[in-house]
């Protein structure tokens, strides 16, 4: 473990899985229209969304996906994690109340470069909305020791 209770590199081993969840609420969603500037409609106004093939409302891709950063940076590998790249496919819309489930998998482990690839899965109940993979950058413990000073001799004053 890292100094921030991270997992080090040096801890991961495939199979290893976390998962972290989060309910979108109405609040969420207007925010996150603010902060990125996407105010479509399928988002922001019911009634033009309920003319759609959604029949109504939906979060923001992204603000799902959002779910799985924090499975990320909070849970595996956890702080001091990096995301290098995420690849995901969306598979079903997710609706103001629903409960994302992001969980994450090691799939594979670099330990010379401190890189590992998990598979990245977000469910609202038993469905798959979001499935992916993503490359994250972890921390090292053998690179802390590695750039640690090395220890002085203390000088006897004469």
């Given at each position: 473990?890292n100094p921030m209770n991270g997992h080090d590199i040096e801890d991961?081993?495939?199979?290893?899985?976390?998962?972290?969840?989060?309910?979108?609420?109405?609040?969420?969603?207007?925010?996150?229209a603010g902060v990125s500037g996407d105010n479509n409609a399928v988002?922001?106004?019911?009634?033009?969304?309920?003319?759609?093939?959604?029949?109504?409302?939906?979060?923001?891709?992204?603000?799902?996906?959002?779910?799985?950063?924090?499975?990320?940076?909070?849970?595996?590998?956890?702080?001091?994690?990096?995301?290098?790249?995420?690849?995901?496919?969306?598979?079903?819309?997710?609706?103001?109340?629903?409960?994302?489930?992001?969980?994450?998998t090691v799939l594979s482990v670099d330990e010379a470069r401190a890189?590992?690839?998990?598979?990245?899965?977000?469910?609202?109940?038993?469905?798959?909305?979001?499935?992916?993979?993503?490359?994250?950058?972890?921390?090292?413990?053998?690179?802390?020791?590695?750039?640690?000073?090395?220890?002085?001799?203390?000088?006897?004053?004469?």
């Open positions: 473990m991961l081993r495939p199979g290893m899985q976390a998962t972290f969840s989060k309910t979108i609420t109405e609040a969420d969603i207007v925010l996150f988002h922001t106004n019911e009634e033009f969304a309920q003319t759609t093939a959604f029949g109504g409302r939906i979060a923001h891709g992204f603000l799902t996906a959002s779910v799985i950063s924090a499975a990320v940076a909070n849970r595996l590998p956890g702080p001091g994690t990096v995301y290098l790249g995420q690849q995901m496919k969306f598979c079903a819309p997710v609706r103001p109340g629903d409960t994302v489930h992001a969980t994450v890189r590992a690839v998990l598979s990245t899965v977000c469910r609202v109940r038993e469905t798959v909305v979001i499935e992916g993979e993503a490359t994250v950058m972890t921390t090292s413990q053998r690179r802390r020791q590695a750039a640690a000073p090395a220890p002085t001799a203390a000088r006897v004053a004469a």
